[in-house]
């Protein structure tokens, strides 16, 4: 298989993603990676790493789309990037998978310009895994689609019920959705119209669930639409950090505490690595019509070799045609649902 | 001044509800409070403190609204409920504040029943304040109003700026638009014709706040819809336990984490001071024509207490004059805006 990873995407690229991707191809040693970019630079940065492994290729596009870029018009005025590049490959066939650390809307934008959406679903949406008591809650969407109708979010529930299956070997998840309160009746419009779609459905709906419900692992995957996911995973990461930062300083304050702290060093260390976005490899963006696997942008190279770990994973156990699959069944349901 | 105390609503009513109100009769001796609720039961909490002080009064309701009771509905059958008559001693102006750690939808409900809203305010607000690195962050709506148009949240932008000036003496505060993205284009239709209006409006208006820019200070006000907030808050209480009980458990591991844990106390303490709902004393419910404090359903006596001089502190500064005064200043610029 041929994953093609955007070497120009990312806070730290290309170094740390041409990095990941060598370690990525030396673990990966049966399957071929495309660094997607500058060639300059790239061969610049594979010159680190003496022989470059045989089954990495680089493809040149001669353009960047920078985090501050507009999504959309971008990808429609530099047509050389390397995130569009990534997707052409795909949409080509020439590679299975991509893995971007660049511009979430772009990635975005360009997957749905150039590789459309798989047959059945109206919206892609970004699945991101949230750190539970018990394990992981993945949210979907948090941030694909900002003006979500029903089906959109009963398509998102199926979709990751497809991919929590299999990538995280769960038989039969739960399938939340996040509301304002736990009642059948709460919420607005589009989360009460969701509210009878899912309960209708195959899937193992559980109701409602509030913000806090998500860390007493009430679900296993929560649906919602973009806006609200977005908000919330960025909101996450700002509360993390403040709460880590106010013990930091508070403990730095006399000596006692000082040593406190160095002595708890190994709990906040297993804190960081739940909290961790690099142990989780990416976000895959579902419902577009390839594997797509969108990392955070201050990715370092083992998020990279992770992602394309996901991105292999998803693309051997064929989620994307499962997913097609699963929406075909329900086809017939939901014909009728606008 | 006269504050309604509901003594039947919040998870540790009427016993902490009866001593917090006790505790700050004590404190604000000028005023009075009128006990709300079960008279035989509050006759019964205040036997625990000696002579009842002569400022407190009570005012018999033989009816509670449960927290899992429906909203609306419950308000218009529970005629006799302690919050529908705290919300009538208000509109009667027999008081002039109300406390309540109840239902927060019975609360908003009962208030926009019989308290209605202020002169030229379209839609009532809960403004609730977040610990940032700098300080605090105000959040409007965090729930009481589900289906915002861009009008509506203008308003709170201006109610918030007031409660901020008069409540946290903050003279100018920024007022931030809570979204996807920094950029001025970013968002969803509620969200991009609101950042057109506040651009225009006559307020400190700093664009675009993302979810994690909350707690780095970017901005005093951050309006945004209720569902959005309310997630956006209960995530918060899930996330922060989250957290601090997996640094507990962690901890736990070892006898040297153990101690480093007991030496770093101090540190916790003012965390768990920062993140605590009690030293805020409530959330006021901005708009409806009174003052009413809505306090977490946790709050224990010093939280009512804390409530109380919240409530007392907004009567005397006259904030909502002062609301209907800022919003007839801009009432001919938005006259036209639905």
């Known amino acids: 298989m ?8 990312g806070d730290k ?5 041409v990095k990941g991707a060598v370690q990525a191809a030396q673990q990966f040693s049966d399957n071929e990676i495309v660094l ?5 630079e790239i061969r610049s940065e594979l ?8 089954n990495i290729t680089i493809h040149h596009a001669s353009e960047v789309i ?14 050389n990037s390397s995130i569009t590049r990534c997707v ?32 059945g679903v109206r919206r892609p949406g970004i699945a991101a895994a949230l750190p539970t008591r018990d394990g992981i809650c993945l949210v979907i969407d948090v941030g694909a689609n900002i003006a979500c109708k029903p089906i959109h979010l009963l398509q998102y529930g199926i979709m990751a019920t497809v991919y929590s299956k299999y990538n995280f070997g769960i038989e039969n998840p739960r399938v939340g959705l996040l509301n304002i309160g736990e ?11 969701t509210f009878t779609l899912l309960s209708n459905s195959q899937l193992n709906f559980v109701g409602n669930v509030e913000g806090r419900e998500i860390f007493e692992s009430k679900a296993d995957i929560v649906v919602c639409e973009g806006f609200v996911g977005n908000v919330m995973l960025k909101f996450a990461q700002g509360l993390s950090m403040s709460l880590l930062s106010t013990i930091k300083t508070e403990s730095m304050k006399n000596f006692l505490t000082k040593l406190g702290m160095w002595l708890c060093k190994p709990a906040f260390k297993t804190l960081k690595a739940k909290m961790d976005f690099t142990e989780y490899g990416g976000v895959p963006l579902l419902g577009v019509n390839g594997v797509c696997i969108i990392c955070h942008g201050r990715s370092d190279s083992k998020a990279i070799q992770n992602a394309v770990r996901v991105a292999l994973h998803l693309s051997k156990n064929k989620v994307n045609e499962r997913i097609v699959s699963e929406l075909e069944k329900i086809s017939l349901l939901t014909a009728n649902v606008t």
């Open 183 to 193: 009642e059948d009746a709460k919420g607005n419009d589009l989360a009460k119209e």
């Open 36 to 40: 997607v970019g500058d060639e300059k």
């Open 13 to 17: 690229a290309p170094h740390e993603i």
């Open 66 to 79: 920078r985090m501050d870029d507009p999504a959309t018009s971008s990808i429609r005025q530099k047509t």
């Open 2 to 9: 041929r994953v093609a990873v955007d070497a120009m995407g």
């Open 47 to 54: 010159s680190f790493y003496g022989t470059t492994p045989k």
């Open 88 to 119: 052409e490959l795909l949409a080509k066939g020439e590679a299975t998978a991509l893995v971007s650390a660049g511009h979430t809307g772009a990635a975005v934008a360009a997957s749905a310009m150039y590789l459309r959406t798989l047959k």
